[in-house]
C-alpha cells in the first residue's frame, strides 16, 4: 500500500503529458474490499490527526483540483469524514469579490490557511489563476495588473511569473511549518459525460448540474494543456502534485487517504510529553480532587 504515493507522485523533474495517466487505473485494489480499506485509513488517519493538534508544530493544507463532477466533493466528503472536526477546516473557492480582486491573486488564499496543528482543506485553490485564468485569459484581467491592459498582453512571461509567485508561496509556506500536499483528480471526458447525464436525470442531483458546465467541457483539450502546464511547473519536492486516477471514485479515495496517511505518517508525530514539575502537579491536582468530599 505504501507504493500508492509513488506511483503518483509527480518528481517535478521529468515533464509529463496527462495523456500518459490511466484515469481508470486502480492498482491491484478491488471495489469489494474498498469501503474496508478506506475505513482502516480513515482511522489512522484520526488517530495521527490528533497527534498533528496536540504537537502544534505543522499544520497540513491540502488541495483538490479537478474538471466538473471530477469527485473533488465527494472526495473530500468520503476521505475527512472521520476527522475531528474541530481541527479542519474547508474552504470551497469559488469566483472572486469585487474585495478580492482588489488585492494580489494570492490574498484570499493566504487568509484561508490553516492554523498551527490543524487541517485546511481547499476546494480548487490558487491554482484557479493558472487555470481558468488561462483558459478564459479576461478573467486574469481583472486583478488590475497595470502592466497588462488586455488579453493579447498577456504572453507567456505573465504566466510564468505567476508560475513563480505560488512557487515563492508554496515555498514560504513550506519553511513555516504547512506541510503541502496537492491531488489533481483526473478523470475522462467520457466519464465526465456519464456524470453529468446522471446529475441531469436524477432529481436528488438536478442542483449539481449547470449549463455552464457543458459550456466549459467545450475548453476540454485547453484545460489538460492548462492543468499539464501548471502541475509541469508547480511540482516540487515540499509541494508534490498526486495525479489521481479519478474514473473510480472508490479507487480515488483510497488513494487520497493513503497519500494523507503516509505523509503525516513521516512527520513522526508523538504525543508531547509532560515535564517533571507538570507531572508533579498532576499528583497535586490528583490528590486534591481526591480529598474532596462526596
Not at 469501503?35 to 499544520?59: G, H, I, P, V, W
Request: charged residues 35%.
Amino acid at each position: 500500500m505504501d507504493g500508492i504515493a509513488a506511483e503518483f507522485k509527480i518528481n517535478g523533474t521529468t515533464k509529463i503529458k496527462l495523456s500518459d495517466f490511466d484515469t481508470k487505473e486502480s492498482l491491484k485494489f478491488k471495489k469489494d474490499d474498498a469501503e474496508e480499506t478506506l475505513a482502516e485509513f480513515k482511522s489512522e488517519m484520526d488517530e495521527l490527526q490528533e497527534k498533528l493538534y496536540a504537537t502544534n508544530r505543522y499544520s497540513l493544507l491540502i488541495m483538490f483540483q479537478a474538471m466538473d463532477a471530477g469527485g473533488k466533493d465527494s472526495a473530500i466528503e468520503h476521505v475527512m469524514s472521520g476527522l475531528n472536526p474541530q481541527g479542519c477546516q474547508v474552504f470551497s473557492f469559488k469566483q472572486p469579490s469585487d474585495e478580492e480582486y482588489e488585492h494580489d491573486f494570492l490574498w484570499r488564499h493566504y487568509k484561508a490557511l490553516p492554523e498551527k496543528g490543524r487541517i485546511g482543506i481547499h476546494n480548487r485553490s490558487h491554482y484557479e489563476n493558472v487555470l481558468i485564468c488561462k483558459v478564459h485569459p479576461e478573467v486574469a484581467l481583472k486583478g488590475g495588473n497595470p502592466e497588462y491592459n488586455s488579453v493579447d498582453d498577456l504572453d507567456q512571461q505573465f504566466w510564468n511569473h505567476r508560475y513563480e509567485s505560488i512557487r515563492d508561496f508554496e515555498k514560504h509556506l513550506h519553511r513555516n511549518g504547512t506541510v503541502i500536499l496537492k491531488f489533481f483528480l483526473h478523470v475522462s471526458k467520457e466519464e465526465q459525460k456519464e456524470r453529468f447525464l446522471e446529475r441531469i436525470d436524477d432529481p436528488l442531483k438536478n442542483w449539481k448540474f449547470s449549463s455552464f458546465d457543458v459550456q466549459e467541457r467545450s475548453h476540454w483539450d485547453e484545460y489538460m494543456q492548462a492543468y499539464e502546464e501548471a502541475i509541469n511547473e508547480t511540482s516540487t519536492e515540499f509541494a508534490p502534485w498526486y495525479i489521481i486516477p479519478a474514473d473510480k471514485k472508490w479507487f480515488a479515495r483510497i488513494a487520497i487517504s493513503n497519500i494523507i496517511t503516509d505523509r503525516l505518517r513521516s512527520l513522526d508525530l508523538k504525543m508531547p510529553e509532560l515535564e517533571p514539575d507538570e507531572i508533579a502537579k498532576l499528583d497535586d491536582s490528583r490528590e486534591k480532587l481526591m480529598a474532596e468530599e462526596s
